[in-house]
């Protein structure tokens, strides 16, 4: 029997060939969803190598044989659409179904038959991801600090680039769940009331249309209304994280976001990355983060508080530029409030999370310019172009251009990664489209 990866310490062995670098090894094992194609029936999966594995194929066949998983009989949570009935499961059971999966497929395992075999497993370029989760609720967060302080100083200077509170809550807004889209979606980019002098409005095509570098995590335990979440059971909480890329349109935000934040700017598109990594997978690139100053109130502090060593990379291809060139390479470690703050102050006001909630991170800059997560950084508000290697140059995105977002962690031997989040944008509808 293998050990769960998060106590590994060298790079497990599969029956299924792949190389170190291969972001899908054993110590990986994500969770998602896929179209079937022997039957085009919706099941859960995973991810070992360049296959995806129809989960509930091997759950047909009993080969989720742990004492937790046993108990289930007959009630199964693989052949359903989403992962939600999975996740309500609970912790236990997630770490039990990781560790089934990597015993069935380490090397030597005689468990798994060649006929389950040729029925459960899929070249991963011949599938059609699906939404991994259903998304009831998405809440976004602006909890990297380099990104605040950076917006910040464009609109109100160095001196106040922080409003007061940043320091003492994890800001956030709710978003909207039925705009989610999974990667590869291509996105329409919007119209709205945009205003050139703040006075008066203008409806138009967005031209300042950006994107956001985050990270998502998946609420995988609710909580009930009217108890919030203490610091020391978040953990429990988060089933696990993807890449997301809560698409942004700047000018209409300008003119709308007074006095009660964002909304046209940001519903209109959120991609997500389409397999969930796991909390277990990531447990060996935990990495504390700095101490908090001024201390936190009570209920937020963490003496263990981190996140994780993530790197995330940003490429983008144009109509002209068709190799991906990376545009920023930042780190999930460059956070100042983390996922369990994120999640313990979401529910402080007694407010319910419930399975499959989506809280994202907020746009994750470091502290370089080379590190930036958003084009309204890097082109500092459109002041300082972005140079591509073909000559052409960037301040926001333009239609046909492919916005792609990776991320990986390396460990002894191996490689845990994400998978694509990425998205084209396509030219604005037409105004009578409107009226």
């Known amino acids: 029997m293998v050990e769960s990866s998060s106590n590994s310490s060298t790079a497990l062995k599969s029956l299924i060939p792949y190389d170190e670098n291969n972001h899908f090894p054993l110590e990986n094992i994500p969770f998602g969803a896929f179209q079937n194609p022997h039957h085009n029936h919706v099941h859960c999966c995973t991810r070992i190598g360049d296959k995806v594995v129809d989960l509930a194929i091997l759950e047909q066949n009993g080969l989720f044989d742990g004492p937790l998983f046993t108990q289930l009989r007959p009630k199964v949570v693989f052949e359903h659409h989403h992962l939600n009935s999975f996740m309500d499961l609970g912790k236990d059971y997630w770490h039990e179904a990781r560790v089934t999966i990597q015993n069935l497929f380490a090397e030597g395992s005689t468990k798994i038959s060649e006929e389950i075999l040729s029925k459960a497993l899929f070249d991963h370029d011949q599938v059609q991801m699906k939404t991994p989760v259903f998304i009831r609720d998405y809440t976004d ?12 100083v464009m609109f109100r200077g160095p001196d106040n680039a922080l409003q007061p509170n940043w320091l003492h809550l994890p800001v956030g807004y709710h978003g909207r769940a039925s705009s989610i889209v999974l990667s590869g979606q291509e996105i329409v980019r919007p119209r709205g009331q945009t205003s050139a002098d703040q006075k ?10 950006d994107f956001e570098l985050e990270v998502g995590a998946y609420v995988g335990k609710s909580n009930q209304l009217g108890k919030p979440v203490k610091i020391s059971e978040a953990p429990d909480y988060v089933f696990g994280f993807c890449l997301l890329n809560d698409w942004s349109a700047r000018d209409i935000q300008a003119w709308e976001y007074v006095p009660l934040g964002p909304f046209n700017a940001k519903n209109f598109a959120s991609t997500i990355s389409p397999w969930v990594i796991t909390a277990e997978a990531l447990e060996p690139f935990k990495i504390k983060l700095p101490v908090q100053e001024p201390a936190p109130l009570n209920y937020l ?10 790197e995330l990379d940003v490429l ?9 060139y990376t545009i920023s390479k930042s780190n999930f470690k460059h956070m100042y409030w983390s996922t369990n ?5 979401h529910t402080v006001t007694g407010c319910n999370l419930n399975v499959g909630d989506l809280l994202g991170s907020g746009t994750i800059s470091s502290t370089e ?3 930036y997560g958003s084009l309204l950084e890097i082109s500092w508000g459109g002041k300082e172009p972005l140079s591509l ?8 995105l333009q239609d046909g251009d492919t916005l792609i977002m990776r991320g990986s962690c390396k460990g002894n031997g191996f490689t845990i990664g994400f998978g694509d989040c990425s998205g ?3 030219p604005a509808l037409d105004e009578s489209n409107f009226y």
């Open 141 to 152: 967060f602006y909890s990297s600090k380099n990104h605040a302080y950076n917006v910040g």
């Open 200 to 209: 008066n409005p203008n409806f138009s095509e967005c031209k300042r249309l």
């Open 301 to 310: 502090k963490d003496e263990n508080n981190y996140s994780y060593d993530v």
């Open 316 to 324: 983008l291809t144009t109509n002209t530029l068709t190799e991906p």
């Open 341 to 345: 703050q994120q999640l313990v102050h």
């Open 369 to 371: 310019k080379s590190g």
């Open 389 to 396: 290697p073909n000559g052409e140059q960037r301040t926001f």
């Open 424 to 426: 084209k944008i396509l």
